[in-house]
């Protein structure tokens, strides 16, 4: 009896603690992450990569214990990294965890300074302190997070930063699972899509400092160009009272362009008019060197520099055009996935990665099935690769419980505002995507049929949904164009509302195995049903197979080399014989770790043109051929 009354009362104090703890923690604001900490004259930044401690809490008692007071029995863990495969024994643990270090913070940065403090991700769920004083919350992997700290840190004395990370797959997240859905007891871990749920700090956790009177929140570049003279508009946000301020830009010969900013509120905007411009393409990836001032020009009170380079995006007709002249992806869909590292940023195999992407002659990539870190779309603007980027929103259905559909919805724009807000000011990302897959409940078997098997209901729901984020991607930046991507046997009208059509197709693979004559029949026909339809150009996004890497056999034996090179070659043959299809990118760049599943030997997708570790099956060698030696058609 005593005993339980012990209980109830633990139980009851739990409840009021973790409700207080709930009323401290504000959400993060898309606004913090618009610009990367930089290190420059003005700004400084610290990188807290490293190895921290770590604690599994299986139970949770780790906010009612205090554990952000200092954790109880900590063991090594390297940060950035996925802590799936770094602990012994917990590949499949997706439960609470908690992360901690300590840090002096310079003080050379207490005056005049408001201090951040910036996650690069945390895979799902984060909760944060400072020497054990709450500082924020953010839901969702994937893209970064920042609170600012300021009146939290200790001067002269090293600061405790804790924080919780869990992810757990739920059907009201994006990406989550599908409650009591067909897949439930159909892979382990239990996640509604096709790789492996790698948790924890994927990305680099940064402090920095800005000036704290006044400063740059904000900037956004736009380009276009007419003739020889090309424009680069800026957009500036500031903090604090101060009226002025400039932009300049330089070419690589020193050359300078510099335009007045004058402030009308927070906000200012300027053109910056560049004679006999060199405009950013994969053929020539020009980058142009932007400082952006407050203040006088002689003594700025902040600056911030960025590279972009001058380019347009559009589709005309059946076309799309970079810089005004028709343009074809050639190029692949790739995962951030690395043995040991999982998701944690690796990036020698980010480097790997754009050598072997030249060496097959790709132009470009999708970042299935989540926004990438931000060095990789730093060197695609350097090395001219063009990046559909993607928003995590993998595995959405439209069927199930109202509630766990409208807070997916919350999710997505809350991304989408997230991704535009970091990633707006690349040249190389050419284009946003809002999903991937997206499925109808009776997900149609025969795309030649035309049989498209949602209900009703269920199609109004999803048109509104998709619609909506296209919507909103548009009004965040209407310079790109917005897409989602659309799943084989999915019903063609939903992708009526994107600007080019993205598709992925399994024929030969997942239908018609084995039969490379039917396969090629349907997916051509399709093709130009789809066209038909949606007047549209077409990029398929996805198509390949697995093939395990040394596995030699005929051509039309599955999961060998020879296989997947043919299906290949198959499709890339067809897709030259359609000028509305406007880009193929194979599935996928690497093998890949997924959750255990039947159809998942190793607990692998083996579709890779490369092995895990980069080494290339006979399929890339076959690109190489194609798109570099013959430079075959357009492919
Ligand atoms: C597509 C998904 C992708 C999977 C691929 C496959 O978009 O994430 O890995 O199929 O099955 O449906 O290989």
Same mark, same amino acid.
């Given at each position: 009896m005593r005993?339980?009354?012990?209980?109830?009362?633990?139980?009851?104090?739990?409840?009021?603690?973790?409700v207080?703890?709930?009323a401290?923690?504000?959400?993060?604001?898309?606004?913090?992450?618009?610009?990367?900490?930089?290190?420059?004259?003005?700004?400084?930044r610290?990188?807290?990569?490293?190895?921290?401690?770590?604690?599994?809490?299986?139970?949770?008692?780790?906010?009612?214990?205090?554990?952000?007071?200092?954790?109880?029995?900590?063991?090594?863990?390297?940060?950035?990294?996925?802590?799936?495969?770094?602990?012994?024994?917990?590949?499949?643990?997706?439960?609470?965890?908690?992360?901690?270090?300590?840090?002096?913070?310079?003080?050379?940065?207490r005056?005049?300074?408001?201090?951040?403090?910036?996650?690069?991700?945390?895979?799902?769920f984060?909760?944060?302190?400072?020497?054990?004083?709450?500082?924020?919350?953010? +839901?969702g992997? =994937?893209?970064p997070f920042?609170?600012?700290?300021? %009146?939290?840190?200790?001067?002269?004395?090293?600061?405790?930063?804790?924080?919780?990370?869990?992810n757990?797959l739920?059907?009201?997240?994006?990406?989550?699972?599908?409650?009591g859905?067909?897949?439930?007891?159909?892979?382990?871990p239990?996640?509604?899509?096709?790789?492996?749920?790698?948790?924890?700090?994927?990305?680099?956790?940064?402090?920095?400092?800005?000036?704290?009177?006044?400063?740059?929140?904000?900037?956004?570049?736009? !380009?276009?160009?007419?003739?020889?003279?090309?424009?680069?508009?800026?957009?500036?946000?500031?903090?604090?009272?101060?009226?002025?301020?400039?932009?300049?830009?330089a070419?690589?010969?020193?050359?300078?362009?510099?335009?007045?900013?004058?402030?009308?509120?927070?906000?200012a905007?300027?053109?910056?008019?560049?004679?006999?411009?060199?405009?950013?393409?994969?053929?020539?990836?020009?980058?142009?060197?932007?400082?952006?001032?407050?203040?006088?020009?002689?003594?700025?009170?902040?600056?911030?520099?960025?590279?972009?380079?001058?380019?347009?995006?559009?589709?005309?007709?059946?076309?799309?055009?970079?810089n005004?002249?028709?343009?074809?992806?050639?190029?692949?869909?790739k995962?951030e996935?690395?043995?040991?590292?999982?998701?944690?940023?690796?990036?020698?195999?980010?480097?790997?990665?754009?050598?072997?992407?030249?060496?097959?002659?790709?132009?470009?990539?999708?970042?299935?099935?989540?926004?990438?870190?931000?060095?990789?779309? +730093?060197?695609a603007?350097?090395q001219?690769?063009?990046?559909?980027?993607?928003?995590?929103?993998?595995?959405?259905?439209?069927?199930?419980?109202?509630?766990?559909?409208?807070?997916?919805?919350v999710?997505?724009?809350?991304?989408?505002q997230?991704?535009?807000?970091? %990633?707006?000011?690349?040249?190389?990302?050419?284009?946003?995507?809002?999903?991937?897959?997206?499925?109808?409940?009776?997900?149609?078997?025969?795309?030649?049929?035309?049989?498209n %098997?949602?209900? #009703?209901?269920?199609?109004?729901?999803?048109?509104?949904?998709?619609?909506?984020?296209?919507?909103?991607?548009?009004?965040?930046?209407?310079?790109?164009?917005?897409?989602?991507?659309?799943v084989m046997?999915?019903?063609?009208?939903?992708?009526?509302?994107?600007?080019?059509?993205?598709?992925?197709?399994?024929?030969?693979?997942?239908?018609?195995?084995?039969?490379?004559? !039917?396969?090629?029949?349907?997916?051509?026909?399709?093709?130009?049903?789809? =066209?038909?339809?949606?007047?549209?150009?077409?990029?398929?996004?996805?198509?390949?197979?697995?093939?395990?890497a040394?596995?030699?056999?005929?051509e039309?034996?599955?999961?060998?080399? #020879?296989?997947?090179?043919?299906?290949?070659?198959?499709?890339?043959?067809?897709a030259?014989?359609?000028?509305?299809?406007?880009?193929?990118?194979?599935?996928?760049?690497?093998?890949?770790?997924?959750?255990?599943?039947?159809m998942?030997?190793?607990?692998?997708?083996?579709?890779?043109?490369?092995?895990?570790d980069?080494?290339?099956?006979?399929?890339?060698?076959?690109?190489?051929?194609?798109w570099?030696?013959?430079?075959?058609?357009?492919?």
């Amino acid at each position: 009896m005593r005993k339980m009354l012990f209980v109830s009362l633990v139980c009851a104090l739990n409840i009021i603690t973790n409700v207080a703890y709930a009323a401290d923690f504000t959400d993060a604001s898309p606004m913090d992450i618009a610009l990367y900490p930089q290190q420059n004259a003005i700004r400084n930044r610290l990188d807290l990569s490293g190895i921290w401690s770590f604690q599994l809490d299986p139970k949770e008692e780790g906010e009612v214990g205090e554990w952000f007071n200092g954790l109880p029995q900590p063991q090594s863990i390297a940060v950035p990294g996925s802590w799936n495969d770094q602990l012994d024994q917990q590949h499949n643990y997706l439960g609470c965890t908690w992360y901690e270090t300590e840090t002096f913070v310079p003080t050379a940065w207490r005056d005049g300074n408001e201090i951040f403090l910036r996650i690069g991700s945390a895979v799902y769920f984060a909760k944060v302190w400072i020497n054990g004083q709450p500082v924020g919350k953010h +839901e969702g992997g =994937h893209l970064p997070f920042a609170f600012t700290i300021t %009146d939290k840190v200790k001067w002269g004395a090293k600061n405790r930063i804790t924080i919780m990370v869990e992810n757990k797959l739920r059907p009201d997240r994006v990406p989550g699972n599908v409650a009591g859905g067909a897949l439930a007891s159909q892979n382990y871990p239990n996640a509604n899509y096709d790789f492996f749920p790698y948790s924890g700090l994927h990305r680099a956790v940064w402090l920095y400092s800005v000036p704290k009177a006044a400063r740059i929140n904000d900037i956004t570049l736009t !380009t276009t160009f007419s003739g020889t003279v090309g424009k680069i508009h800026a957009k500036v946000q500031k903090v604090g009272n101060v009226s002025a301020g400039r932009i300049v830009v330089a070419d690589r010969d020193g050359r300078k362009m510099e335009a007045q900013l004058r402030f009308k509120g927070q906000e200012a905007e300027a053109d910056v008019q560049v004679p006999d411009v060199n405009l950013w393409s994969p053929e020539s990836p020009y980058l142009y060197n932007v400082t952006v001032e407050l203040g006088g020009a002689n003594r700025p009170i902040d600056s911030y520099q960025l590279q972009t380079g001058v380019r347009t995006i559009e589709v005309q007709g059946d076309d799309l055009l970079l810089n005004g002249k028709s343009i074809t992806l050639r190029g692949f869909g790739k995962h951030e996935d690395f043995p040991i590292f999982g998701r944690g940023v690796a990036q020698p195999v980010m480097i790997r990665d754009f050598e072997l992407m030249k060496w097959v002659g790709a132009n470009s990539f999708r970042t299935s099935h989540y926004p990438y870190d931000e060095s990789v779309y +730093e060197e695609a603007d350097k090395q001219g690769i063009l990046i559909i980027d993607e928003i995590p929103s993998v595995g959405l259905v439209f069927y199930d419980d109202p509630k766990d559909i409208d807070r997916r919805k919350v999710l997505c724009s809350q991304y989408l505002q997230e991704l535009v807000s970091r %990633d707006k000011n690349h040249p190389s990302v050419i284009m946003w995507c809002v999903a991937n897959e997206p499925s109808p409940k009776n997900l149609g078997s025969n795309v030649m049929g035309g049989k498209n %098997d949602a209900a #009703e209901e269920e199609n109004r729901i999803a048109k509104k949904f998709l619609g909506e984020l296209i919507a909103e991607v548009k009004q965040l930046d209407p310079t790109r164009l917005a897409t989602f991507v659309g799943v084989m046997g999915g019903p063609a009208d939903w992708l009526d509302v994107c600007d080019i059509i993205t598709i992925n197709r399994y024929y030969g693979w997942y239908t018609n195995i084995g039969n490379f004559a !039917t396969a090629e029949r349907y997916f051509g026909g399709e093709l130009d049903k789809l =066209h038909n339809e949606l007047h549209k150009p077409i990029v398929v996004t996805e198509f390949g197979a697995d093939a395990i890497a040394g596995q030699h056999a005929n051509e039309d034996e599955m999961f060998s080399e #020879e296989y997947q090179q043919k299906m290949i070659n198959a499709y890339l043959d067809i897709a030259n014989t359609k000028p509305f299809v406007k880009g193929m990118m194979i599935w996928a760049f690497a093998d890949f770790r997924t959750s255990q599943a039947l159809m998942r030997v190793r607990s692998m997708n083996l579709k890779g043109v490369f092995t895990q570790d980069r080494r290339p099956k006979m399929a890339a060698w076959l690109l190489r051929k194609r798109w570099v030696e013959e430079k075959k058609g357009v492919y």
